[in-house]
């Protein structure tokens, strides 16, 4: 039998994960201008976000509230963008509703329930997809935003800087005695004792490489344990704590991670540069571009917020 979308449900007499047996319902969950959002639109975008948001659709004791405030919040967020698209006179993307509505058609064409079902469905998919329609055109049409002049270039350059600045790098060598989580302490301590032998060996004049390829289990130990440059973070806090404090030649004593004990050699270390204007233009122009269509679409949301006059049921998470 075919499953009906949540999305589409439309069941106003579905009882609220708040509400208790005799308590007075509110038929909407939100009047917008003295345009009601109905309980059962809200029912069902509950069911839609538990089932995209959490696994198995429980949610946690501790995020419920939040969660039925939030979907109350995009709902009326999403009623007040689709009145200011056709406002506008936006028109939907009609060939791709059509097309995605009749994929859904043929999609359940041999199910024994859909003809009687489908009158009813299709009509209400379509309102939806038309209604993400408009919200996306609406979006697309306020952050095509005029590009910027050299000033305002320059101006966006100077004050993101770390946006355009190369950060700094380590070209770093590993030898890893891997462990798996789960194992003993014993196990730990072994591997730690081993690790510290490999040290005192270096410390010594062994070769860094040979002992890698002899004792290293990461992939690197093909390579002598060369893993080559490295951006700041990428090994995890643990090793860049340790990475932090060397200097270029040094070898680290044993470092406890979670995949195994680690032993570091730093190679080279490269400082942050910032790039030259004119070698990052295009990507600040990108940035910029973004930065302020972003801005025009958060101003544009709170001035629809602004303009309107909203009550709201809270009662799902009162």
Do not use: C
Not at 9 to 33: C, H, M, N, T, V
Not at 101 to 120: I, S
Not at 128 to 149: I, Q
Not at 246 to 268: K, T, Y
């Amino acid at each position: 039998m075919f499953a009906t979308p949540s999305v589409l449900a439309a069941d106003a007499d579905a009882k609220l994960p708040q509400e208790k047996d005799g308590e007075e319902r509110l038929s909407y969950i939100a009047i917008i201008d003295g345009e009601e959002i109905p309980i059962g639109e809200y029912v069902s975008a509950l069911r839609r976000g538990m089932q995209q948001r959490f696994y198995h659709g429980t949610i946690p004791e501790e995020e419920q509230k939040k969660f039925y405030q939030e979907v109350a919040d995009e709902l009326i967020q999403r009623f007040l963008l689709v009145r200011e698209a056709r406002r506008r006179n936006i028109q939907p993307d009609t060939d791709a509703v059509e097309a995605a509505v009749k994929g859904y058609d043929e999609k359940f064409q041999e199910d024994p329930d859909w003809a009687a079902a489908r009158e009813g469905v299709l009509p209400r998919m379509r309102r939806k997809l038309e209604a993400d329609s408009l919200v996306l055109r609406l979006e697309e049409r306020v952050k095509a935003v005029e590009g910027p002049t050299e000033k305002e270039l320059k101006a966006f350059y100077e004050s993101n800087k770390d946006l355009f600045t190369t950060p700094e790098r380590v070209k770093v060598s590993l030898i890893l005695l891997r462990v798996d989580p789960s194992s003993t302490g014993e196990v730990w301590q072994q591997a730690s004792e081993e690790a510290s032998a490999i040290v005192a060996r270096l410390a010594k004049g062994a070769d860094f490489a040979e002992l890698a390829r002899i004792h290293s289990s990461d992939d690197s130990a093909q390579n002598g344990g060369e893993m080559g440059y490295m951006h700041t973070g990428m090994l995890g806090d643990a090793a860049q704590k340790v990475l932090d404090i060397m200097e270029v030649g040094d070898i680290s004593a044993p470092v406890m991670l979670l995949e195994g004990v680690a032993i570091f050699r730093l190679d080279d270390r490269v400082t942050p540069e910032l790039n030259p204007f004119d070698a990052v233009r295009e990507r600040a122009e990108k940035l910029y571009m973004r930065e302020m269509g972003n801005k025009a679409w958060e101003a544009l949301i709170a001035e629809l917020y602004s303009k309107a006059k909203i009550e709201v049921n809270d009662a799902p998470w009162r």
